[in-house]
């Protein structure tokens, strides 16, 4: 019996370990996620003048930095990062969770399918503008506040 307690015990506090371990905190997560938008849009600034001048090459590998990048943001909206530290997030991200989810699996696809638009692309503008530009628009105008 007490080898089955403590066998427990111990499982437990590994686990809890772990989990401590693992964990980043509130503010960590909401000061990523800032920090990948603000990137992400730098990016987007650059992605945008490199392929008005026929720098393709480089505008692909910035395209897939994009893309992954989303990807990555779809885990930095936990329920415990609602608010503080200066987030513009709005509590309808969590209200439409699979909504959201979705616009941000769809901005990160545009982008794969946007590194073989351009190739040949008759209008770069308007092809930027719609595999890349007017996601940032639909997501920010229902999950972003106003800034
Ligand atoms: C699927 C939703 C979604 C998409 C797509 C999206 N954003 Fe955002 N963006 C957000 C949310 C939510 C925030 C607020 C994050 C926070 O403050 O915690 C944000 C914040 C930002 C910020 C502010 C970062 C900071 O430092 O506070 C910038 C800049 C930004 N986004 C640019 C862009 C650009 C440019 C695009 C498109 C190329 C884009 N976003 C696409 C949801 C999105």
Same mark, same amino acid.
């Given at each position: 019996m007490t080898t089955i307690k403590n066998t427990l015990i111990f499982i437990f506090i590994l686990l809890y370990s772990f989990s401590v371990l693992s964990a980043q905190t509130v503010e960590e997560i909401i000061k990523e996620r800032k920090s990948i938008f603000s990137k992400n849009y730098k990016t987007a600034k650059r992605v945008n003048s490199l392929a008005s001048n026929g720098n393709l090459d480089e505008t692909k590998k910035l395209i897939i930095e994009m893309s992954d990048n989303y990807k990555r943001l779809i885990?930095? *909206? /936990? %329920?415990?990062?609602?608010? @503080? *530290? @200066?987030? %513009?997030?709005? /509590?309808s991200i969590w209200e439409h969770k699979d909504e959201f989810n979705l616009l941000m699996t769809k901005a990160s696809s545009n982008m794969i399918e946007l590194t073989s638009a351009i190739? @040949?692309?008759?209008d770069m503008k308007v092809t930027l503008g719609k595999y890349m530009w007017s996601n940032c628009k639909s997501c920010h105008s229902k999950f972003r506040a106003e800034h």
């Open positions: 885990d930095l *909206f /936990p %329920e415990n990062s609602k608010v @503080g *530290f @200066g987030t %513009e997030a709005l /509590p190739d @040949g692309a008759e």
